[in-house]
DNA sequence: ATTATCATCACCATTTATGGGGAGTCTCCC
DNA sequence: GGGAGACTCCCCATAAATGGTGATGATAAT
């Protein structure tokens, strides 16, 4: 069976030999390179024959940090599968690595014996989170999913009539005034003073604004 | 200080009364209606003086069920607080609630005390979740939160190149070719071409289409 | 009864977006 | 040294969206 390759990022050598240490105990994972700047690992996956199933990424790094690396990989479209390995248990910290797309989370205090678990699951395209994020992570869900918005949106939903209300639908769903009016069985001068109307209310600029705010207030 | 109204929806009447008894043992809450089927509620909320701070509702009534509610208030944009009161713990039936829009969610297994708590929470606009349902969510949560959409996606993602994802992002923040050619200092011929490949590669319609596909694949 | 809001449609002018070409430079890779 | 792609720009024509103004009937609220 093909090894997982590993590569490990943190500025304290120290710890990116504790952990190649911690990893070559089992024979599913190998390393295949590290780096001790954000800098570097950029450098590193820069070359089109590098190439790692999992990185370990620390948070913390001189020049670029481990931010400066998620965004990279987003803004290449690189879907490399990362592993956030640091001592932050913060709340935004978290919610930002992973809006930045990583794959797991781990804490340098609850990691050890986990990080070839979570190695593992991430491998697999899983995600993993140790103990305490994983807490974090709950009360986050607990207390904001599904928040439907805050007053100011509400307002301006509410004041959004059935029929603005059918048109954004539709404008979302990238249909023309044309085709609404077929669908609305309106004319298509009723679908257009809709789509002004809608443009007032919401205070955006064309369509697109339209359907990012329906997007953004669930409204579909 | 105002009491705590809340409507309670359920079809066995038996149900109705004793939450209504645990209810009324708290001095800050008190029901201002109940209904049998999901008609009922629909019906009662549909009157305008008709007003509850709290819905407590079940999923499994005869005549319209808990979620014909739900998609009720959703239609009309009431921003109705609910709290699903359900012998269902089965993840897609507590995802389903959730993406209506209900703030609480309690099994009937797991409730008796700890409605009270749901109650006062919700209606403080916070969301409340049993135990039972907790553990199911950041089970849901482990798994799929920023799951990085799935292979037809990636491929078409990672065939544009990096212009297209510029102009994509400036089109998703409802600019017009105009403005992205003056910020990306092109003309405005150069932006219209790359509007053009990526309506092509991404098979939709218009603009907004582009933008939705932006926010789907998380690109922005 | 009067006001207000909604729903419906129209005409106008202007700006943007879309659809189809073509075409030059550049770099990277075989 | 040829080819593929990316990046850049242009022309043309048509379709669509935006902005302004106005108008009618229906319904609801005060």
């Known amino acids: 069976m093909?090894?997982?390759n590993v590569h490990v990022a943190d500025d304290h050598k120290v710890l990116v030999d504790g952990i190649s240490a911690v990893i070559n105990t089992d024979s599913e994972i190998e390393i295949c390179g590290y780096s001790l700047t954000g800098q570097q690992v950029i450098d590193w996956f820069s070359k089109k024959r590098n190439k790692a199933d999992v990185l370990i990424l620390d948070i913390?790094?001189?020049?670029?940090?481990g931010f400066d690396v998620l965004r990279y990989f987003k803004e290449k479209r690189i879907f490399q599968k990362v592993i956030i390995f640091?001592?932050?248990?913060?709340l935004k910290i978290v919610q930002e690595a992973l809006s930045l797309g990583c794959y797991g989370y781990v804490t340098k205090k609850s990691a050890g014996e986990h990080i070839?678990?979570?190695i593992k699951a991430v491998a697999k395209g899983e995600q993993y989170f140790s103990d305490d994020i994983?807490?974090?992570?709950?009360?986050?869900f607990t207390n904001q999913v599904t928040s439907t918005g805050d007053l100011p949106d509400?307002?301006?939903?509410?004041s959004l009539t059935d029929r603005e209300l059918e048109v954004l639908k539709?404008?979302?769903?990238e249909m023309n005034s044309g085709e609404i009016a077929e669908k609305m069985s309106l004319s298509v001068s009723t679908i257009d003073t809709y789509r002004k109307s809608l443009l007032k209310k919401?205070?955006?600029?064309?369509?697109v604004g339209i359907a990012m705010y329906a997007v953004r207030n669930k409204l579909i």
């Open 116 to 118: 070839i678990d979570a």
């Open 170 to 173: 539709y404008i979302a769903y």
């Open 202 to 207: 919401l205070n955006v600029k064309n369509s």
């Open 2 to 4: 093909k090894k997982i």
């Open 60 to 65: 913390t790094m001189p020049i670029k940090d």
């Open 154 to 158: 509400k307002i301006i939903i509410e």
């Open 86 to 90: 640091s001592s932050y248990d913060d």
């Open 134 to 140: 994983k807490k974090i992570l709950l009360k986050t």
